[in-house]
């Protein structure tokens, strides 16, 4: 097949050929006139001045009575001065000042004497609690420069001055268009080949946050002519315009053509993982993108570059991405041919931020949500070392990171449960938790990168579980062991178990998926393996690794394997039979130095709550332990 990618253009490059053309074509803010009062968030085009001074009169600042100042003047506890009803005008705070006054006595300070006269003790000077015309504006001062954000207060200003209305620029306008004959709405029950929309979904949040108006257009079939006609209808409606999916290189990927064929094509492949295949173009002195079909590749795009475009289109610049400089956890291999973006999750362990990288590929829209940041690999780099100080720009908020349990180890969902329940309660602090297999967990405590994890590491010699790997590789203490549950491990198996399987050495005639090297489960599994005398190269899928009960039973319900081994409750969910092998002993590991911090205390102390026992319950294979 015919390459048609245009070049592999590092992103600055491929941005400033945007920024350039579009400039070039005069791709500006649009505008609008509003009423002050709606205008609050939206950015001014011009500079707005006053046209009246605020105060436009001299006003009272007091309830009180408006004097000439001099017949005050005197005025003390040894001689107090007697005001007639000439000498002054009873006033309320905001009131004009009468012509022949110049100051106010607040009432406060007035002694009531017979007759309606009042005697005081204190002088007053001239202007004394007046707001004498223009204290505040003054008529032809500038309230506010060009490109200003109107905040309320501002806003409050703007009348004050006498402005009514403002021309500002309006909220860009972006129109998304979803391509894919695969493509369908979303559905809890989608047929095997249905793909489900959820990009635009993902989109709009983005491009609302950053202040846009968005229309999503319905789902159009990956047709020349009719994704043509999507992206006509699109640059009438709107400033910018996306095209969801097509953007690669395939036989249905049209969206390079059609902005051909409507503008300019100016970039197609971008030197950025994710978000390779990008179409940058420009029609109708608009900006057209072609975004990737990958969720993950899309998002990279958008916040690149779409994210620049829209603040660019409002008249504002963007804020600056927070960062926050952090230990990377494991080892990172990049590649010299792209800027790579690694989604990680963050924890502040003993003052110093960690860094654990999620799963990469461009497809899994699961590690966005569990992503805290992005770690930016530059294009030059190979890799980066185990241990090394990087930067991470933040996708949450610094302060919510901050209160952060950091959970590692063995997947069990019992984790996320207690996660949920924390949250319910209203715990001031989240759970953060990474599946790395139990001893994932030993390394991550070891290195002090989590506060907990889970293990269930059996000792094939003495059938015990867990102790001697902590003796092992923590022999000068530093950390303790707190029970956490005893679960049912076994074999999952499709309903009805059609292959007859009976006990784990029937693995050896089937097809077998199995979890991590370094999980509890794989050492389980290699432990019956030796038992049964079974050769681990004999097993088909033995190298077919997951790393959770859930991916296991969510293959073996697809029909990819047979059988594998995992927790009970997993099976339940997928509606799989279940053969016991074992009950196995699952614990947490804590570092010491944590093991009374109020974080991990409300954890365990969830753990062993009765609206936990009745989840684990409901869920099937647990024993609570003691």
């Known amino acids: 097949m015919e390459h048609r990618y245009l070049e592999n253009l590092p992103l600055s490059k491929a941005k400033a050929l945007l920024e350039d053309h579009l400039r070039s074509v005069g791709f500006a803010p649009k505008t609008e006139l509003l009423p002050v009062q709606d205008a609050c968030g939206h950015a001014l085009k011009n500079a707005v001045y006053a046209h009246i001074c605020a105060p436009h009169y001299n006003a009272s600042a007091m309830d009180g009575v408006a004097v000439k100042a001099s017949v005050t003047f005197g005025a003390s506890e040894r001689t107090p001065v007697t005001l007639r009803p000439a000498d002054y005008t009873v006033v309320d705070t905001g009131d004009p000042l009468p012509d022949s006054a110049d100051a106010v006595i607040m009432v406060e300070d007035l002694i009531d004497k017979a007759g309606g006269c009042y005697e005081i003790i204190a002088a007053v000077h001239p202007w004394q609690n007046v707001r004498q015309v223009g204290e505040d504006l003054c008529m032809g001062d500038m309230i506010a420069p060009s490109h200003t954000v109107l905040t309320p207060a501002l806003c409050g200003a703007l009348l004050a001055g006498g402005v009514t209305g403002v021309e500002v620029i309006r909220a860009p306008k972006v129109g998304v268009i979803p391509t894919g004959d695969e493509i369908v709405a979303p559905t809890s029950d989608p047929k095997p080949g249905d793909i489900i929309e959820f990009n635009s979904a993902v989109f709009r949040g983005m491009l609302e946050g950053w202040g846009a108006n968005v229309t999503v257009y319905p789902i159009t079939p990956d047709k020349k002519e009719l994704i043509r006609a999507a992206v006509e209808t699109a640059l009438r409606d709107c400033d910018i315009v996306l095209v969801s999916a097509g953007s690669s290189a395939g036989r249905d990927d049209y969206t390079s053509q059609i902005i051909a064929s409507l503008g300019t094509v100016l970039v197609h492949g971008i030197a950025i993982k994710p978000g390779k295949p990008a179409v940058l173009g420009e029609a109708c002195g608009k900006p057209v993108v072609g975004l990737p079909g990958y969720p993950v590749s899309a998002i990279v795009v958008m916040d690149e570059i779409v994210r620049d475009l829209v603040f660019a289109a409002a008249g504002k610049t963007a804020p600056p991405r927070q960062t926050v400089s952090a230990v990377l956890s494991k080892k990172l291999v ?223 319900a697809a029909g990819n394997a047979d059988t594998g081994l995992g927790i009970f409750s997993a099976a339940q969910i997928y509606g799989l039979d279940f053969i016991p092998v074992c009950t196995e002993t699952y614990e947490f590991l804590v570092d010491e130095r944590y093991k009374d911090d109020p974080m991990v205390l409300s954890f365990f102390e969830t753990l062993r709550s009765d609206d936990c026992k009745k989840r684990l319950a409901r869920m099937g294979g647990y024993v609570l332990e003691d």
């Open 334 to 556: 990049s590649s010299l041919k792209y800027r790579e973006y690694v989604r990680v999750t963050l924890g502040r362990i003993g003052g110093v931020w960690s860094a654990s990288p999620l799963p990469r590929g461009a497809g899994v829209i699961s590690s966005f949500t569990k992503a805290d940041g992005l770690l930016v690999v530059d294009q030059d780099c190979e890799g980066i070392e185990a241990g090394e100080t990087v930067e991470v720009r933040l996708l949450r908020e610094e302060a919510e990171l901050v209160h952060t349990l950091i959970v590692t180890g063995s997947h069990d969902p019992l984790i996320d449960e207690v996660a949920d329940l924390l949250q319910k309660s209203g715990a001031p602090f989240r759970v953060c938790s990474s599946h790395v297999g139990s001893m994932g967990a030993i390394r991550a405590v070891e290195s002090g990168l989590a506060h907990l994890g889970g293990v269930h590491l059996l000792d094939t010699e003495t059938g015990e579980y867990n102790k001697s790997y902590v003796e092992k590789y923590f022999p000068q203490g530093g950390v303790v062991l707190k029970k956490g549950v005893g679960r049912v491990q076994g074999l999952m198996v499709k309903k009805g178990n059609p292959l007859g399987i009976r006990s784990f050495a029937d693995v050896a005639r089937v097809r077998y998926v199995n979890r991590q090297r370094g999980a509890g489960t794989r050492i389980l599994c290699d432990y019956l393996l030796a038992k049964n005398g079974i050769d681990p190269a004999a097993v088909d899928g033995y190298h077919n690794e997951e790393f959770t009960h859930t991916a296991v039973a969510a293959l073996i």
